[in-house]
Structure formats: structure tokens, C-alpha cells
């Protein structure tokens, strides 16, 4: 059982380039999460899927776009990265409901310059 | 508009002592809260969740106290230990919002031997 997975570890991107940070999870969940991590942030959820087949937006979606493939892969994509987007990027997955608990990936971390 | 703080970025106890790591929130519609904890390179982990209806939830050497008036919620960790220095998050959600969670920015407690 891997959890959540996610790649790559790292990345370093130029300004405008685009890239695809990609997200699996192996628990048979039906929500899965975008988040990132910024210092003196914490965690700002980017976008989220509640089943597949749907997405919706969260607090930061703005340069950002997902797609939920399946119900186990949820990829976040760049479209023309920015400095502002440095962060690291956490995937995460749950049940659906109100006492769902998330479960995290290690993480991505991109640097944009 | 941050609606969960975490005033205090950083803390330091003694191992064997209390460690007290608190949360504000302003949305008074939120009624689950979760901690999670987070070590250097990997993904938040679930530690403990309180539901609105309680005012104490305890797991082992980790309780979480929450006061609904007063919008605060506490993490207490007794004894502490060196293998609880981490980032803790606190985080909070309401009835009927697909699981999304909003986080605090985060407070890194150091256990020293």
C-alpha cells in the first residue's frame, strides 16, 4: 500500500514554461486535494475533486488547472509558470464526508525562475 | 482573511513537559477541526480531530481542547517527547463542504533532550 504518490520530487521550471505535476493514491478514495505550501501560509487548497469526474475550485485556483483521470490519479497543471508559483505542492486524498481525513503525498518541490 | 491562525510560529519545551500549541478561527460556521503534524520533506499527517459537539477529544499523549465561544482550539501534548518536533497544523472545515480543509500557517515545536 503506497498511499499517496507523487512526482516528480523536484522540479525547476523558467518563467512561462509549462508542466504537469502528477498525483496516484491507492486507498480507494473518492476525494482527492491540491494543495500548496508557502512559509507563514500553511496549506492553501488550489483545487479539489470530491468523485471522479468532478473538480472544483479552491482558495488559490488562478494559474492552475486539474483533471481528474480515474478515480486514483489527479493531476495539477502549469499552464505558463510564474516566480509567484514557488511553493511546494502537496496532493492529498479522503473519504468523502465531514470526518474525512486526508491523507498527504511527500510532496513537489518547484522552483520557478 | 485568514480564518484559522495560529499566532505563534514557534515553541520550545523540555522533554517530559506539557507542550500547548494554539488555534483561533473566525468562521463560526466550522464544526470539525483537525491537528496534523508534518516533518521536514514529507506530507501532513493526521494526529487528532474534535467535532463541534465536543469540547475535549484525547488519543493517547494528545489532547485537543476546543472552546466554540471564545473561536480557540488548543493541542496538548504530555509528556513531550524529541520525536514530536515537528510543524503542526491546525485545520478546520464545516458540514457539507466536500472535505475541504482550511489550515492555519503552522507552528513548529522543538522538544529538546
Known amino acids: 500500500n503506497a498511499g499517496v504518490t507523487q512526482t516528480p520530487k523536484f522540479q525547476v521550471l523558467k518563467t512561462g514554461q509549462s508542466m504537469t505535476l502528477q498525483c496516484a493514491q491507492d486507498m480507494n478514495h473518492n476525494s482527492m486535494y491540491w494543495y500548496r505550501q508557502d512559509p507563514g501560509m500553511g496549506l492553501r487548497l488550489i483545487y479539489y475533486s470530491a468523485s471522479e469526474g468532478t473538480t472544483d475550485k479552491g482558495e488559490v485556483p488562478n494559474g492552475y488547472n486539474v483533471s481528474r483521470l480515474n478515480k486514483r490519479e489527479f493531476s495539477l497543471r502549469l499552464e505558463s509558470a510564474a516566480p509567484s508559483q514557488t511553493s511546494v505542492y502537496f496532493c492529498?486524498?479522503?473519504?468523502?464526508?465531514?470526518?474525512?481525513?486526508?491523507?498527504f503525498g511527500p510532496g513537489t518541490r518547484l522552483l520557478v525562475l | 482573511d485568514q480564518q484559522v491562525k495560529q499566532n505563534s510560529p514557534s515553541l520550545s519545551v523540555q522533554e517530559g513537559r506539557i507542550s500547548i500549541l494554539n488555534c483561533d478561527y473566525t468562521n463560526s460556521m466550522f464544526d470539525y477541526f483537525l491537528w496534523y503534524k508534518k516533518y521536514p520533506a514529507e506530507g501532513p499527517t493526521f494526529l487528532i480531530s474534535?467535532?463541534?459537539?465536543?469540547d475535549k477529544n484525547e488519543d493517547g499523549r494528545f489532547t485537543v481542547f476546543l472552546n466554540k465561544s471564545a473561536k480557540h482550539l488548543s493541542l496538548h501534548i504530555v509528556p513531550s517527547q524529541p520525536g514530536d518536533s515537528a510543524v503542526y497544523f491546525c485545520a478546520a472545515t464545516r458540514s457539507g463542504n466536500t472535505g475541504k480543509l482550511i489550515f492555519g500557517q503552522g507552528t513548529t515545536l522543538q522538544v529538546k533532550p
Open positions: 474534535i467535532s463541534s459537539i465536543k
Open positions: 492529498a486524498s479522503g473519504r468523502q464526508g465531514i470526518r474525512e481525513t486526508q491523507y
